[in-house]
């Protein structure tokens, strides 16, 4: 008897999240594998996405559990730093407008 899980994939204006019946000892690889999301979008290229279980990044090999929700990434354009920088100056820009 299998286990359902979730594989989700977040583009920048669809979220698509593909439900899965897996084996008890599947991992995140043969999950996003079964999903047929990689023939969706052949844009992934699994070894070089981070992928992880409810946000925190975990490995291919990781074993998932009942409910699971295995989500791929999508690459950051910038650092977290320099995100909050771009954001703190177009703020200031705002400002000085008004």
Do not use: W
């Amino acid at each position: 008897m299998g286990i359902e899980i979730e594989v989700v994939y977040a583009l920048p204006d669809e979220q698509v999240v593909i439900p899965v019946n897996v084996e008890p000892a599947a991992t995140i690889q043969d999950a996003i594998r079964l999903s047929g999301i990689l023939e969706r979008f052949p844009e992934i290229v699994l070894e070089d996405r981070m992928v992880g279980i409810f946000g925190r990044c975990m490995a291919l090999d990781h074993p998932v559990q009942a409910h699971d929700r295995v989500e791929i990434y999508r690459p950051l354009h910038a650092s977290p730093a320099d995100a909050r920088r771009m954001r703190a100056e177009a703020r200031r820009r705002r400002r000085a407008g008004k």
